[in-house]
């Protein structure tokens, strides 16, 4: 993107425009998750304007296709900055990749809490990591501010203006990828009519200034006229700061920073497959018993559920705070965010934990996508 835009100003056009952009969207979501304080997203916006037909297939192919496929990617990129610095082989790589899918998906399933207490954890490394970088630079004073002279016009080997601005705003989008998908939790926030807008609204701010900052960063390190590729901007970079280990170091800050996107949203992508698609009807070949507390659940799930249903809900807990709203963006929001689900079902007859029994689990149903963050629960029989 730098190396095709060629100029500080361009570049810088670039990430406001998308940034606008990205906030208006942020804040038409944050109004529809007032509006529709449910969990599940852009499944149930499509519900309520489309009906069933439109958010059905949106669903199933979040469900089968879009979250198994992204939660792969990230983690197979995961593992594989992570092999660049211990030599891994590629047999080892798909060890990792899976052992941190399920690792994640552990987390959720032991705790809601300690699922959010990592991510709230791994995005304070992750900005911590990004603000030394700049104050590495600066302190030891190890680029030029001439490297932005000349301020507007492109530099030699870039593209002309207008293919230039078509790759580098296709960029910035695929880089603020990931905001829509905290919408997936909205019913399980405390006041979303003002906590989902609000933690949009900073996620995104928070983002644009990152990306503004670390770019500008970047440029005060090495001139766009040395930068050999986009693909090899960064590497270039990294051999200015820290000699022949940039790359090793370089390395390690991407596994950080995409390690706290597949949590973001493996913590999100369940409430759509796993959560709001089953509540809502679609058939699924797994046991399931009568609602006998059809007020209870409405109440405390947020489902359509009527005595004599024979569907599967969604468990969820309403503990987590406004901040971790907030933390949950800024981890999805810097990288990107993909994910999948685990399915959980209780034993037949057994009773409902909403009134307080003792729910009585027979299995884990780990599927689907091979991921979790959240769980489904069969609803309960007296």
């Known amino acids: 993107m730098a190396k095709a835009l060629g100029s500080p100003l361009w570049l810088l056009v670039v990430w406001l425009v998308v940034g606008a952009m990205t906030l208006s969207g942020a804040l038409c979501y944050g109004e529809l998750a007032g509006r529709f304080p449910r969990t599940g997203g852009t499944y149930v916006y499509l519900l ?3 009906g069933r037909g439109a958010a059905f297939l949106y669903g199933w192919m979040c469900l089968l296709v879009l979250d198994p496929g992204l939660t792969a990617s990230l983690a197979v990129g995961t593992a594989g900055y992570a092999a660049y610095i211990f030599h891994w082989s590629p047999f080892v790589v798909k060890l990792a990749a899976m052992a941190i899918i399920w690792g ?3 987390l959720n399933i032991l705790s809601i809490r300690l699922s959010a207490g990592f991510l709230r954890w791994i995005t304070w490394l992750k900005l911590g990591v990004l603000a030394s970088l700049v104050v590495w630079a600066i302190v030891f004073r190890l680029g030029s501010w001439s490297n932005f002279v000349p301020f507007v016009a492109q530099r030699p080997g870039s593209l002309p203006l207008g293919p230039a601005l078509g790759i580098g705003m296709v960029g910035a989008f695929y880089s603020f990828g990931g905001w ?3 919408n997936k939790i909205a019913g399980e926030v405390r006041d979303p009519a003002h906590t989902v807008p609000r933690a949009l609204a900073l996620g995104v701010v928070v983002v644009i200034a990152v990306y503004i900052l670390i770019s500008g960063i970047f440029l005060y390190l090495l001139p766009l006229e040395k930068v050999a590729s986009d693909e090899t901007f960064v590497a270039q970079v990294g051999e200015v700061l820290f000699g022949p280990a940039g790359g090793v170091v370089f390395a390690a800050i991407v596994v ?4 706290g996107s597949l949590a ?13 698609l089953l509540c809502d009807g679609a058939r699924w070949p797994f ?3 009568r609602c006998s507390h059809s007020a209870a659940l409405r109440h405390a799930r947020g489902s359509n559920c009527h005595p004599g249903d024979r569907r599967i809900v969604v468990g969820r807990s309403r503990k987590l705070s406004a901040d971790h709203r907030v933390f949950y963006f800024c981890g999805s929001g810097i990288s990107g965010t993909h994910g999948g689900g685990i ?6 007859r057994s009773r409902c934990g909403i009134c307080g029994s003792n729910p ?6 780990a599927g689907l996508s091979s991921v979790g963050g959240g769980f489904a629960g069969s609803d309960c029989s007296p």
Do not use: T
Not at 264 to 276: D, E, L, Y
Not at 343 to 348: A, Q, R, S, T
Not at 360 to 365: E, F, M, P, T
């Open 360 to 365: 009585g689990l027979s299995a884990y149903a």
């Open 264 to 276: 973001a949203f493996i913590m999100s992508a369940p409430h759509v497959g796993a959560s709001r």
């Open 104 to 106: 994640l998906c552990v």
């Open 343 to 348: 399915v959980h079902f209780e034993k037949p």
């Open 48 to 50: 309520e304007v489309f």
């Open 287 to 289: 046991p399931a018993v």
């Open 256 to 259: 950080v920073c995409v390690l």
């Open 180 to 182: 829509w998908e905290v």
